[in-house]
């Protein structure tokens, strides 16, 4: 899959949705202009990946952005930004460079909190409770919002509980055939599994045993054809071979409404409903989110975290046990809470308290600001994506070259969030090279630690 591919399928979603305002100009000359963004898009993240190591990626990105001002160009390279700030951890600023403003539609259903019968329910366990009827689950994500993967990784280990035994990821490549035996990806993985998140979801399907494939369209489709193409690839992997699978499929957007019109065509979940007959139960994550600003939240949405105030994600059903969705083509709708920042992280990276936060001091960066913060787990290898990472930076992400210079650097502090566990911590400049490294220890909440950190270098959180 081409990253082109996969802008112009959000793009596409945007424009669609209405959520994208153009500017006083013809709609061919603006579709013009954002091809040549486009165009420029996929050249500045060409050059930027001839760099070695992630950051210098990042840092080719965000000059490229900074330096141009012009519309079509901050709309379209916004996005691709935005995927390389997930990778490093920088969430807030990733849902910042590319937001979907969710406006109401005409077939809206009406919001639960007036229908009758309603009440919400804790997702987790819902959608857990939902699965049990089902031989297939889809689940979606908005690609640079990881909130939306967090409720999926505490989701697999109970449906494969349930006997579900096939995982099936968006743009996790093929070709990646030694998978399974290494039990974690690397960036030859796939695109999106670069984001540590993402990474963990994989990682966690494969130490429960499922089967994890990618299915994404090897030619360069689009459209209904891409569509089609994913669909095969999924049949042929899974129903073809285990008729009695039960399959889990990660993926974006609208990729896995069931039913209406998708983009001229139909959805990959229409196509794989044709070749296997088989009734999904889809699960929508990306409409009813916190938007970095409020006024691109759906109305609905704010409606019902005014009203309820939830704490963890939810969904609503009926005295029946029927479930409640915003719009036809989706089985049920999650509501995500309200973000929460801490130390400039937000919480949701606990991934339900799986995960505790655990502080590392920036003087380890010896004064090379940015410097990338990464923990992985002990039993990985150095190839692995790791569990967590962050960047250190005493000057905002807009700050210039020229900044840098007339500013000084104080060091910052941050939090990576890690499960119980050994880890081994790094921290390294722009240049890749190696500035601090550690083996470190993270109990379990309420546990005495095994193994105090040094000092000066990483701690865990205090409350």
């Not at 039990?183 to 984001?195: C, K, L, R, V």
Request: aromatic share 8%; glycine share 6%.
């Amino acid at each position: 899959m081409s990253v082109h591919t996969t802008f112009t399928l959000s793009c596409a979603l945007v424009l669609a949705s209405g959520a994208c305002a153009l500017p006083a100009q013809s709609a061919a000359q603006w579709r013009a202009q954002q091809l040549e963004a486009s165009r420029q898009s996929e050249h500045i993240m060409h050059e930027a990946n001839k760099r070695k190591g992630l950051l210098a990626h990042y840092q080719v990105m965000r000059y490229a952005y900074a330096a141009n001002k012009d519309p079509a160009f901050r709309l379209i390279f916004g996005q691709y930004l935005s995927w390389y700030q997930s990778f490093i951890g920088n969430y807030p600023d990733a849902a910042a460079s590319f937001s979907i403003k969710e406006v109401a539609q005409a077939d809206d259903h009406p919001s639960p909190l007036e229908a009758s019968g309603y009440t919400a329910r804790p997702a987790l366990a819902a959608i857990a409770e939902l699965a049990k009827n089902y031989q297939l689950v889809f689940l979606n994500e908005a690609h640079n919002v990881p909130l939306t993967r967090t409720l999926t990784v505490q989701l697999l280990p109970l449906l494969r509980a349930q006997g579900f035994n096939y995982f099936a990821v968006e743009t996790l490549y093929q070709t990646d055939k030694g998978l399974a035996a290494r039990g974690y990806p690397t960036a030859d993985s796939g695109f999106y599994t670069a984001e540590p998140i993402s990474a963990e979801m994989v990682r966690t399907a494969l130490k429960l045993g499922f089967h994890v494939i990618g299915y994404e369209a090897l030619s360069n489709a689009t459209g209904d054809a891409r569509e089609a193409e994913q669909a095969h690839n999924i049949y042929r992997d899974v129903f073809q071979r285990d008729p009695h699978a039960r399959l889990v499929v990660e993926a974006g957007y609208a990729h896995i409404q069931q039913s209406g019109a998708f983009l001229g065509g139909e959805s990959m979940a229409q196509h794989l409903h044709r070749l296997s007959g088989i009734d999904g139960l889809a699960v929508e994550q990306t409409m009813l989110i916190p938007h970095p600003h409020v006024d691109d939240d759906h109305p609905l949405y704010t409606a019902i975290v005014q009203q309820l105030q939830p704490r963890e994600p939810i969904v609503f059903e009926n005295a029946a046990g029927k479930p409640w969705t915003l719009r036809d083509g989706y089985t049920v709708s999650v509501i995500f809470p309200p973000q929460q920042l801490r130390r400039g992280r937000p919480t949701w990276l606990s991934l339900g308290g799986l995960r505790q936060p655990y502080v590392v001091n920036g003087d380890r960066c010896d004064e090379h600001f940015p410097c990338l913060v990464e923990a992985r787990y002990a039993d990985e290898g150095n190839d692995a994506i790791p569990a967590d990472r962050m960047v250190l930076d005493p000057l905002p992400a807009t700050a210039t070259l020229n900044d840098r210079v007339r500013h000084g650097q104080s060091a910052p502090s941050g939090e990576l969030y890690l499960r119980p566990g050994q880890y081994r911590l790094s921290i390294s400049d722009e240049n890749a090279r190696t500035l601090f490294r550690q083996n470190i220890s993270i109990s379990a909440p309420g546990a005495v630690p095994t193994q105090p950190p040094a000092a000066d270098s990483a701690s865990p959180a205090q409350p």
